[in-house]
């Protein structure tokens, strides 16, 4: 009986997934910053969720989660394939997404605020990149729990999988339009085609091949001043250069917002 990332045990079906359950390698920021190639996870950070009684805590990664009836029938997750957020800061091969240019941009170059960027996933033995999309919600589609617009992986390369990173802090944002995206810190994550903002629904269990976990939707949830709530904030988590750590959370100092070290790491071609 293999094991989901709560470590409990879950059943083995047709579907192998010990590909996605390995864990793998993150990149590793140099410069501090995000880049078109790296390897990261996506985590919603811990907070206290006021709104409802029961929540996940913690560090939440967003995480493929296949059908689990059809993974039982199947040697690969069928497309269009589900999402969720799971607690777990192990990096491992379904919550571990390369960050891919929607523009010209080569493997390397620094991501910036308000570029697009595709966020894609290794779909298992074939090496198939599935994207992550959404849509705008219909009677037919929508997501499971809150009925708010789905998000979903893909193979279809489109429009619908485009997103952009923008600087949490609403009265900052337009200062940060066009710098660097720091690793590690806080960010929120908008879907090109529809305006809403990647969130996480800790409040609202999914159960999936892997166990109890919970819903990610786009949605942006604002608070009474108009920013974001915790929902939509997004971290971008890279490796750790140290041995002993499997990415940065794991040293165990919190994530830095130099608004001064954005500053002068924008460089040419910033607005």
Not at 44 to 62: C, I, Q, V
Not at 238 to 250: A, E, F, H, N
């Amino acid at each position: 009986m293999a094991q989901n990332l709560y470590g409990h045990g879950v059943r083995m079906g047709n579907w192998n997934e010990d590909v996605y359950l390995e864990e793998v390698q993150l990149s590793i920021s140099k410069d501090g910053h995000i880049h078109h190639g790296d390897s990261v996870m996506l985590v919603n950070p811990d907070y206290p969720e006021t709104e409802a009684d029961l929540s996940l805590r913690g560090d939440l990664s967003l995480c493929l989660a296949p059908d689990e009836i059809r993974a039982h029938l199947s040697d690969t997750p069928e497309v269009p394939c589900g999402l969720s957020v799971a607690p777990t800061n192990i990096p491992v091969g379904r919550n571990t997404f390369v960050i891919l240019s929607a523009e010209p941009a080569a493997t390397g170059d620094v991501l910036r605020f308000g570029q697009n960027f595709r966020l894609g996933i290794v779909r298992g033995f074939d090496d198939t990149m599935l994207y992550l999309s959404s849509d705008h919600r219909t009677l037919l589609k929508s997501s499971k729990r809150s009925w708010l617009q789905e998000v979903y992986l893909t193979d279809e390369v489109s429009y619908l999988n485009c997103w952009q990173a923008a600087f949490p802090d609403p009265q900052l944002r337009l200062e940060h339009e066009g710098f660097p995206i720091p690793a590690n810190s806080k960010i929120l994550i908008n879907h090109c085609h529809t305006n809403r903002g990647l969130a996480a629904h800790r409040h609202l269990f999914l159960r999936t091949y892997f166990g109890k976990e919970a819903e990610v939707a786009a949605h942006t949830h604002l608070d009474s001043h108009r920013a974001e709530k915790p929902r939509n904030h997004w971290m971008l988590v890279t490796g750790s250069p140290r041995k002993d750590s499997g990415t940065v959370l794991d040293e165990g100092t919190p994530p830095a917002q130099n608004t001064c070290a954005l500053e002068q790491a924008a460089g040419p071609g910033a607005q």
